[in-house]
């Protein structure tokens, strides 16, 4: 399988956030394409510490993720990776497209000088938990989100 990754343009868009929406979870979160997506995707492509990026095969976008690159104080001072809104398309899982959209984000942070990736995981995803620890990751924090 023919994997590319490239920059996310405004026509992916759609397909992103039906990507991002396709489990009841993420769904309630991220509702139906919208103006909101829009201004989102605008203030994203603005921003040179965000990435959004799209994994595509046979020209058919079939991954998405978005890089963040975050200065720090902490750890030395080194720049962090967040890592977020990472989805494969359902009828693809299981082919290794997840893996290498990771590392294809590993090293989008090494080539910017990241010391650190990090991400978050909604608690009712085991499948997605196993995922990142086989990718190396530990779940070494106790996160909290609080709605503003």
Do not use: W
């Not at 399988?1 to 979160?29: G, K």
């Not at 595509?56 to 967040?82: F, H, K, N």
């Not at 959209?101 to 090293?107: G, Q, R, S, V």
């Not at 650190?116 to 995981?121: N, V, Y």
């Amino acid at each position: 399988m023919d994997l590319t990754f490239r920059d996310a343009r405004r026509d992916d868009l759609p397909r992103i956030v039906e990507l991002i929406a396709d489990d009841a979870i993420a769904a309630a979160r991220t509702g139906s394409f919208g103006e909101a997506h829009e201004r989102a995707f605008a203030a994203i492509a603005a921003d040179p510490n965000n990435e959004l990026v799209v994994a595509e095969v046979d020209g058919r976008v079939v991954g998405v993720m978005q890089l963040t690159y975050i200065p720090s104080i902490s750890r030395d001072a080194g720049t962090r990776l967040l890592v977020e809104a990472v989805r494969v398309d359902a009828a693809l899982r299981g082919a290794g497209l997840g893996t290498r959209l990771m590392e294809h984000a590993h090293d989008r942070g090494r080539a910017r000088g990241c010391t650190l990736a990090q991400l978050t995981s909604d608690k009712r995803r085991p499948d997605a938990h196993r995922f990142y620890r086989a990718l190396g990751y530990a779940q070494s924090h106790e996160g909290f989100k609080r709605a503003l």
